[in-house]
């Protein structure tokens, strides 16, 4: 009958990562005290109780992450300025990605539509939901008639100054620097990407708390 103190996604994440140290596969005994106690009864029981506690609004607080409305959405691209971040924030929004999708984003996968002539297609390769060719199909990108928007203008600009600066031509990202090809190893590969990641996040969360941001 107690009010949750935490919910029940960060109590789930804490039976996930408890769990992974576990060094057994065995459902937890409760007469013996033996297997993964993480798989108890009481643990679900608990998680169901508190996530029925939410659902009734007497959870804790959820601290979760929102979408941008448009109009917070337009104040950023205005606000960041910076051609490659606008770039990717359109990529992004054009192909309903996230911050990771875009770092992990080559040059290759960008291509001349075969259907459709005058129009580009690109696609998603290396995000968490993609375990092989059918989770990774080819979208066709569109031009909007908004320059603001226009996953065509702002990739146009960005890669002509990135390329043109001679930054561009070494690297095999669209959006990130570096200086792998595809035949290095992949971790490699990925702290490029995870860098280029990071200061992505960071350009957006420092026009989050400019003032010019409401």
Not at 40 to 50: A, D, E, Y
Not at 77 to 100: E, K, S, T, V, W
Not at 161 to 190: M, V, Y
Request: one cysteine or more.
């Amino acid at each position: 009958s107690d009010q949750p103190r935490k919910r029940a996604t960060t109590l789930g994440y804490w039976k996930k990562a408890i769990s992974y140290f576990m060094n057994t596969t065995s459902k937890w005994d409760e007469v013996r005290q033996t297997g993964n106690p993480t798989q108890s009864k009481k643990i679900n029981t608990l998680i169901k109780v508190v996530l029925k506690a939410e659902t009734r609004g007497n959870g804790a607080e959820s601290h979760a992450d929102r979408a941008f409305t448009l109009s917070e959405y337009i104040q950023l691209l205005d606000i960041i300025g910076d051609p490659r971040y606008r770039a990717m924030m359109n990529y992004q929004f054009h192909l309903i990605g996230r911050c990771d999708d875009m770092a992990h984003v080559k040059k290759t996968s960008l291509k001349a539509s075969l259907e459709f002539d005058g129009f580009l297609t690109g696609k998603i390769s290396w995000s968490k939901n993609v375990h092989d060719e059918s989770n990774s199909p080819r979208h066709l990108l569109l031009p909007s008639i908004n320059t603001k928007f226009c996953v065509y203008m702002s990739l146009a600009i960005w890669l002509e100054k990135w390329i043109a600066e001679g930054h561009g031509r070494l690297s095999q990202w669209l959006f990130c620097d570096g200086s792998t090809t595809e035949n290095s190893p992949a971790g490699n590969q990925d702290v490029e990407a995870i860098k280029g990641k990071r200061e992505y996040m960071k350009a957006i969360k420092k026009a989050l708390d400019s003032d010019a941001f409401t």
